[in-house]
């Protein structure tokens, strides 16, 4: 399942497609308050560079910017707050959401943890390393990823959650810098994001199919609220 849960099955794929647009132009009006050029801004750039991979529509991102930027004259007031608690059968998880209405998102999380449990700050977080997260797959056939994880500066790398692809890890402060080295070594980036990589994860095999059900389910129903940008589990595989 890897550090980020990600949903399965093609309904959901679909569905979550829409939710990416609608994540991704949050992410790059956040990024845009720093400025609305990429060339100068590396946050927005590795954002709009994801979007880009994935399709969005030019007018979306366009409008997503200029938005953020404070160029069409409407406020743009996210604000980053992430939820740590636990899934059914003690699995760690990392909640990160971008609101506009922390009085409206809090209890919302609090309903859906009820399944769960919602811990306070810090209390599972310390399980977690923050962490670089890039998503790259080989621009040529024999493309090394252990020698491009050495020569970009990344710290360890692992199997990418689609066939074929690779995550490289990185020190939070190396993200862009590692994404800008790695196409010079063989592997054209997809998404590079900042993210929690757990340092003791749950491995299913020791949950049973219902108890591993009833914790997807629970993951699911979190990553379905329109405030939530990612979530990070402790679980392996």
């Known amino acids: 399942m890897g550090a980020q849960w ?3 099955g093609k309904a959901q794929a679909a569905d979550a497609r ?14 845009a308050r720093s400025g609305a050029d990429p060339a ?7 954002v709009v560079e994801q979007a880009r991979k994935v399709s ?14 404070g160029l069409t004259g409407e406020a743009v007031n996210f604000e980053h707050v992430i939820y740590e608690g636990f899934a059914p059968h003690q699995v760690p998880l990392m909640v990160e959401c971008l609101t506009d209405n922390v009085n409206r998102t809090a209890p919302e999380m609090r309903v859906l943890f009820r399944k769960g449990q919602l811990g306070t700050s810090g209390s599972v977080s310390w ?23 050495i020569e970009a500066g990344a710290q360890d790398f692992e199997a990418g959650e689609a066939e074929g692809t690779t995550l490289f890890i990185t ?4 993200l862009d810098l ?3 080295a790695l196409p010079a070594h063989g592997f054209t980036v997809l998404s590079a994001k900042l993210g929690y990589k757990p340092k003791n994860p749950v491995d299913p095999a020791n949950l049973t ?28 595989g």
Not at 56 to 69: F, Q
Not at 210 to 234: R, S, T, W, Y
């Open 127 to 149: 399980d977690f390393d923050h962490v670089g997260m890039i998503e790259a797959e080989p621009a040529a056939a024999g493309a090394d990823p252990e020698v491009a994880a």
């Open 56 to 69: 969005m529509p030019k007018d979306t991102l366009d409008r997503a910017i200029k938005k953020g930027a």
């Open 6 to 8: 990600k949903a399965k």
């Open 171 to 174: 020190d939070a402060t190396d």
């Open 18 to 31: 829409g939710k990416l647009f609608g994540r991704l132009a949050k992410d790059i009006m956040v990024a």
């Open 40 to 46: 100068t801004n590396s946050r927005l750039r590795l």
């Open 178 to 180: 590692v994404s800008r």
């Open 209 to 236: 199919p219902a108890a591993l059900e009833e914790v997807e389910a629970f993951l699911a129903a979190i990553d379905a609220h329109d405030d939530v940008q990612n979530v990070f589990v402790g679980l392996a």
